[in-house]
């Protein structure tokens, strides 16, 4: 069994940061690809950034230039630092992973971190 869990979500003035963290625990043997999500109110949930084994990163356009992901594989953990943060940036944000565990790979979800971009 797998578990994936986000933290670091929270209330945050506009132009403000937080750094959000993503780790899988239980039967993981080696994670591949891992991507941030978000769901804003009355919209679909959408990737906005993801990291590949290697370190390779891709963002939207939305997030480029203020947002950095990162991973630290030796201990299971993604990243998300995010500067310069806007009221559109208020959402449900969401980890995934896709994770090889003992007998198979599959992707998993965290059940998501509240972050709210207000004065």
């Known amino acids: 069994q797998v578990q994936v869990v986000e933290s670091g979500g929270g209330l945050v003035q506009p132009g403000g940061s937080l750094r959000l963290s993503c780790v899988a625990s239980?039967?993981?043997?080696?994670?591949?690809?891992m991507r941030w999500y978000r769901q804003a109110p009355g919209k679909q949930r959408e990737m906005f950034a993801n990291i590949t084994a290697g370190g390779t990163t891709n963002y939207e356009d939305a997030v480029k230039g203020r947002f950095t992901i990162s991973r630290d594989n030796a201990k299971n953990m993604m990243y998300l630092q995010m500067n310069s943060l806007k009221p559109e940036d208020t959402a449900v944000y969401y980890c995934?992973?896709?994770?090889?565990?003992?007998?198979?790979?599959?992707?998993?979800w965290g059940q998501g971190t509240r972050v709210t971009v207000s004065s």
């Open positions: 239980g039967s993981v043997f080696r994670i591949y690809a």
């Open positions: 995934n992973a896709e994770v090889l565990s003992t007998t198979h790979t599959m992707t998993y």
